[in-house]
């Protein structure tokens, strides 16, 4: 009787242990996204923030998708991914070697990295100001505290950003002695900065003054983008796309999506559609340069028939 009593006991708490164990399985299920379907969060770098919104809102149309797009600085994208509160990232450069072994022994996961686009940083400066042309040695100068003519101050979202680590590794500076060196937080409060202070030179991504929102509009049709002469160069290069493409614009840089959910999700899924023809079309119309070009189909036709009216 007593053995009887104890099995039942036994096999009580092993019905109530799997039903736990069942039950906790199913609501985290519920909560994983599959490569097509579901929520997932992506941490973008302001700098780059339009192509990737564009992006976004063509994948939620095909798919039953939903991605929630967290704007931050590079610095704080990185960290994000490092720290795992963040799952999906988009930087405008790649992850070193030491970042992707940090990420796989902090988390134990391979981030997937998928280039898909070349972007550029530009210069831009109020329209009441005639010179379009900037000197990347002048900026060097400027920076290490010599006054430049033509340039009253430079202004940055902040100095956390992609930005402003992309300006200072190609002019080769690490610690910055001009104290007429401003920053903000958006590239929104560049523009609109910039727009309203002659002057002053805005350092934006370039995506942001070929594609702005509607409420920027105004403003940007009040700055004009510079043309840049590279260091050790002879000519002045506007950021145009066949520029970017042709790789003689100095401030190119390329943007990738980082994986780290470690699964087939909507990291997998968002990823493809940037790479593939749907989404290398949104980049060839933003004004960058697709990673890879979209094929153009010709259509022939064996015999012309004319028609006369």
């Not at 080769?172 to 409060?189: A, C, H, M, P, R």
């Amino acid at each position: 009787m007593i053995k009887s009593k104890i099995n039942k006991k036994q096999f009580g708490f092993f019905l109530i242990t799997m039903f736990g164990v069942l039950f906790a399985c199913k609501q985290d299920a519920s909560n994983l996204d599959s490569i097509l379907e579901g929520k997932a969060t992506v941490h973008v770098d302001e700098s780059i923030f339009p192509i990737v919104e564009d992006e976004q809102l063509v994948f939620e149309t095909q798919y039953k998708a939903k991605l929630t797009l967290v704007s931050k600085s590079e610095n704080e994208v990185l960290n994000d991914l490092f720290d795992g509160k963040a799952t999906i990232g988009v930087l405008s450069r790649s992850l070193t070697d030491a970042e992707q072994k940090s990420i796989l022994n902090k988390r134990k996961i391979t981030p997937k990295i998928t280039p898909f686009a070349l972007d550029g940083v530009a210069f831009v400066s109020n329209k009441s100001v005639q010179d379009t042309l900037i000197n990347l040695e002048d900026v060097a100068k400027f920076m290490n505290g010599e006054e430049i003519k033509g340039i009253k101050g430079l202004v940055f979202d902040n100095l956390n950003s992609s930005v402003y680590k992309t300006l200072l590794n190609l002019i080769g500076l690490k610690n910055v002695n001009q104290k007429n060196i401003f920053s903000f937080k958006t590239s929104k409060e560049v523009i609109n900065y910039v727009a309203e202070n002659d002057g002053m030179i805005g350092v934006v991504g370039i995506n942001w003054m070929f594609q702005p929102t509607l409420d920027l509009q105004d403003n940007v049709d009040k700055l004009n983008i510079m043309s840049v002469k590279g260091i050790g160069k002879k000519e002045y290069v506007y950021p145009s796309q066949d520029n970017l493409a042709k790789g003689i614009y100095p401030l190119a840089r390329d943007l990738y999506i980082i994986n780290c959910q470690g699964y087939s999700g909507l990291g997998m899924g968002f990823a493809s559609f940037v790479a593939g023809e749907r989404g290398q079309r949104i980049i060839l119309k933003s004004g960058l340069v697709p990673e890879n070009f979209p094929s153009r189909k010709i259509v022939t036709r064996p015999n012309i028939v004319n028609i006369k009216n």
